[in-house]
C-alpha cells in the first residue's frame, strides 16, 4: 500500500548538480527515517544520506560537502541536492524510506524504483 516514486536523474558533466525527489505515497501514519543508497556495476548498494523526521542527517563520507539530504514530512517528500558531482557518483540511486503506516504498527522498508545518475568527464 505504499509507494516510493523517484526523479530527478540524468547524465550531467563532472562538476554539474542534480537534484533527486522521492515521494511516499499510501497508508502512512508517519514515515521515521528517510534515505538514499546507490548502486554502481559489479558494486554493493551503499548509504548515501539519511535522514530522520526529525532532521538528524548522516552521510557517506564520500559525499560529505557535496551532497545535501533535506525532506518535507508533510509532503512524504525527500531530496538529495547533489553539487560538484564526480564520474565516481555515477550508479542508480534509490530512495528508501522506513515507514508506519498506522500509530499502533510497527515499520516497515520501502524501496523506490531507482533512478539513473551518470556524470562524465
Known amino acids: 500500500q505504499v509507494q516510493l516514486v523517484e526523479s530527478g536523474g540524468g547524465l550531467v558533466q563532472s562538476g554539474g548538480s542534480l537534484r533527486l525527489s522521492c515521494a511516499a505515497s499510501g497508508s502512512i501514519f508517519s514515515i521515521n527515517h528517510m534515505g538514499w543508497h546507490r548502486q554502481a556495476p559489479g558494486k554493493e548498494r551503499e548509504l548515501v544520506a539519511s535522514?530522520?523526521?526529525?532532521?538528524?542527517?548522516n552521510y557517506a563520507d564520500s559525499v560529505k560537502g557535496r551532497f545535501t539530504i533535506s525532506r518535507d514530512n508533510g509532503k512524504n517528500t525527500w531530496y538529495l541536492q547533489m553539487n560538484s558531482l564526480k564520474p565516481e557518483d555515477t550508479a542508480v540511486y534509490y530512495c528508501n524510506a522506513e515507514v508506519r503506516a498506522t500509530w499502533y504498527d510497527g515499520t516497515k522498508d520501502y524501496w523506490g524504483q531507482g533512478t539513473q545518475v551518470t556524470v562524465s568527464s
Open positions: 535522514i530522520t523526521r526529525y532532521g538528524t542527517t
